[in-house]
């Protein structure tokens, strides 16, 4: 009996003890993964082990189930935001309250021909709820995202097609990929009921063509809006010199002619969006006959695409510039005909660098690491493709960079911080004499604690050894909300919006998404025009100083503060509406006086007819405004408001909004016809030449007098 009983009391430890070490064994090591690997990496991690080690392969194996529970169990942790958090600061510890999962998992079939269907496509981001708000929703771009589910077989017969459209889009706009069998939540709050659903961003306009190569392609560029120029004697030099939002880039120019020897208009518009905000695109008619434009003889080109720098349209610098790049065991690669770039990207072997690379932190290698001329350096953890080092060069190269003082404390993994240092970027456009710095909670844990970081990222500002939280406006155009004073030394013509909020309240955090995307949309029309938000809580006298004693509180400063109502909708378009009617604009408000000012005006007048309603309506009002700066001195621009003014549209029989239309000029004293002239474009471009065209007949007609 004794024998039996000491081999049971072995046999229980020796169960302990496995349990204890399977217990104790670190998930990231689990799954052979680093602790900055993002959700591609540890899905792809864990389809490979699990492929591997999965029960239905290893049937002689008694621990198998338990093996393959324990990696299921370290997958599902990780792959989970808060639980993440949670594991990385506090250990298995930390989830016994809120994690009892990992239990359950699918058959080795699954595994190999359903899990994780994109992860190998670099041209697709597999999202998930931990990145989709400001990945997608928030961040301003155009997103095309294929919700599917793994059990979905019409969603693997597009997997294929989906893939060619992502390489044949890559570069115009964002593609997604969202698994709604592993975040039913997700899908659910976009509204998705059926798989696949394919679904374009930020307006959230589902596709219901066929699910076809030209029918995807033709969708997304239908919902892409650019600005292709066309470029002629009569306009470049303007364009290109005089014109503020034009002059200050370069431009790409399609020369055109006879042998068709130039972009198509698809291609064209491609370029165009993947050059958006970089450099401007436009085309050049050098067909021969009479539509053949002089500036081909100017610029002594006829064909091909050529580059010119800002402001220098000439004939020496239309030239095609050359890009060598090398990829083999050298192990660099330069740019020659450009210093855009650094010329040489070098390679630093740490074990032959004498703890250099200890001392940068690194954790796993490969890194790529930024080394600024003003100081200090940057770790890109972004994405491990060329094209992602190519843009961090680019965004660094902007401008001057500076480190401590503003901190950003940050897990290397976590997509929100990602997209907030991507933001602090750009901050020096705002205060030029801050230093920033980020700390990675993962390599220095007990620095981020003793700080009382508790969520990712989290900013603090320090300023005479005072720390000053932020409640999380991810946004650099709204960041700086500590620089209070900025409101008593305006400039003169600069005009404020101000968000008053405190962190604990509910209404505060659900206006921040929509007063990010107002402030995006508003700085596109206007340099004139600040965002900025201000912590009540911190800055507890100077919201009093104010007045401000109700949150959020959206108060606008030009020379008379005022306040947004507070009965009023707190969306981005409803605010939109409020704001454009106190911005500096050469669009004339018209109502009664239409009449009067416009149908018996001999000056030409372009007239928008919109609804405050309307979402057209407000995408086209910044298009307007580029029209009248286009048009000034030649034409006078006005908009009547049609919900504001019903009987002067119900007598222009305006039966939809926006609706543009062109009054001439009254000839003889008489009064125009109210129908005008009917605009068919919501293109600032082509809206000018349809103008240019049409008062150019007008004057022809009218009678000639003798001197």
């Not at 239908?222 to 290109?240: A, P, V």
Request: net charge neutral; glycine share 6%; proline share 4%.
């Amino acid at each position: 009996m004794s024998v039996i009983g000491n081999g049971l009391v072995i046999f229980i430890l020796l169960c302990l003890f496995i349990s204890q070490t399977l217990t104790e064994e670190d998930f990231y090591k689990l799954l052979g993964v680093s602790k900055d690997a993002d959700n591609r990496t540890i899905r792809r991690a864990f389809k490979k082990l699990a492929l591997q080690k999965h029960p239905d392969k290893n049937p002689n194996n008694k621990n198998a189930h338990a093996e393959f529970v324990r990696l299921n169990r370290a997958y599902e942790v990780l792959m989970d935001e808060e639980l993440r958090k949670k594991y990385d600061q506090f250990g298995e510890e930390g989830l016994k309250d809120d994690f009892h999962g990992g239990n359950q998992y699918q058959s080795w079939t699954f595994y190999r021909d359903n899990f994780g269907i994109y992860d190998d496509d670099a041209e697709i981001v597999t999202l998930s709820r931990a990145d989709f708000q400001q990945a997608v929703v928030d961040s301003g771009e155009i997103w095309f995202v294929n919700f599917y589910s793994t059990y979905c077989s019409h969603c693997h017969q597009l997997a294929p097609t989906w893939r060619k459209f992502a390489r044949e889009m890559d570069g115009v706009l964002r593609i997604g990929a969202v698994n709604c069998a592993e975040d039913p939540m997700l899908c659910q709050s976009q509204n998705v009921m059926a798989y696949p659903s394919l679904v374009i961003y930020p307006e959230r306009v589902f596709f219901n063509g066929r699910r076809e190569m030209d029918d995807l392609v033709e969708f997304a560029m239908s919902r892409i809006s650019t600005d292709i120029h066309h470029l002629k004697k009569s306009n470049y030099k303007k364009m290109t010199m005089e014109w503020e939002k034009l002059s200050e880039r370069p431009w790409v120019v399609d020369f055109c002619d006879d042998h068709g020897d130039c972009l198509s208009q698809s291609n064209r518009k491609k370029l165009a969006a993947m050059l958006a905000e970089v450099a401007n695109v436009a085309t050049v008619n050098c067909f021969e006959g009479v539509t053949r434009d002089e500036l081909c003889t100017i610029l002594k080109r006829t064909q091909g695409v050529a580059y010119y720098p800002p402001k220098n349209m000439t004939v020496d610098n239309g030239k095609v510039r050359t890009f060598n790049v090398f990829f083999a065991e050298h192990n660099f690669f330069n740019f020659s005909g450009s210093n855009y770039y650094t010329k040489t990207v070098r390679t630093g072997v740490c074990s032959d660098l004498n703890g250099v690379c200890d001392g940068l932190f690194l954790a796993e290698l490969p890194k790529w690491v930024m080394f600024k001329p003003a100081g200090g350096y940057e770790i890109n953890y972004g994405m491990k493709l060329m094209c992602a080092r190519l843009n961090l060069c680019k965004r660094i190269r902007l401008g001057n960079q500076y480190y401590s003082g503003l901190n950003r404390y940050e897990l290397q993994w976590c997509p929100p911080c990602q997209r907030l240092l991507h933001e602090l970027r750009k901050l020096h456009n705002y205060v030029h004499d801050l230093k920033i710095g980020t700390i990675d909670c993962v390599a220095h844990p007990q620095i981020c604690q003793e700080a009382g970081i508790g969520s990712y990222p989290a900013t603090i500002y320090y300023e005479n050894r005072k720390t000053h939280s932020s409640l999380g406006y991810h946004d650099v155009g709204l960041f700086w909300n500590y620089h209070c004073f900025l409101l008593e030394s305006r400039q003169q013509g600069e005009t404020w919006l101000v968000d008053f909020f405190a962190p604990w309240c509910g209404p505060c955090q659900q206006l921040a998404p929509e007063y990010r995307r107002l402030a995006r949309d508003v700085t596109r029309l206007t340099t004139n025009v600040f965002f900025g938000s201000v912590d009540c809580d911190a800055y507890r006298d100077f919201c009093t100083q104010n007045q401000v004693y109700a949150y959020p509180t959206v108060r606008l400063y030009p020379a008379n503060p005022h306040d947004y109502p507070n009965n009023w909708w707190r969306d981005h378009g409803s605010m939109y509406r409020w704001l454009t009617e106190y911005l500096p604009s050469k669009v004339k408000t018209l109502g009664n006086d239409f009449f009067n000012r416009v149908l018996d005006d001999k000056i030409p007048w372009l007239v928008d007819f919109y609804a405050p309603w309307c979402g057209h309506c407000i995408q086209f009002a910044p298009v307007f405004e580029t029209v009248a700066e286009m048009l000034d001195g030649r034409v006078t621009l006005g908009k009547v408001n049609c919900d504001q003014w019903p009987g002067v549209c119900q007598s222009a029989v305006i039966r939809g909004y926006p609706t543009v239309r062109l009054f001439v000029g009254s000839k003889d004293g008489s009064r125009q016809d109210i129908n005008g002239i009917v605009i068919q474009s919501h293109n600032a471009e082509v809206i000018v030449k349809l103008v240019e065209e049409q008062i150019g007949k007008a004057s022809k007609s009218l009678p000639k007098t003798e001197l």
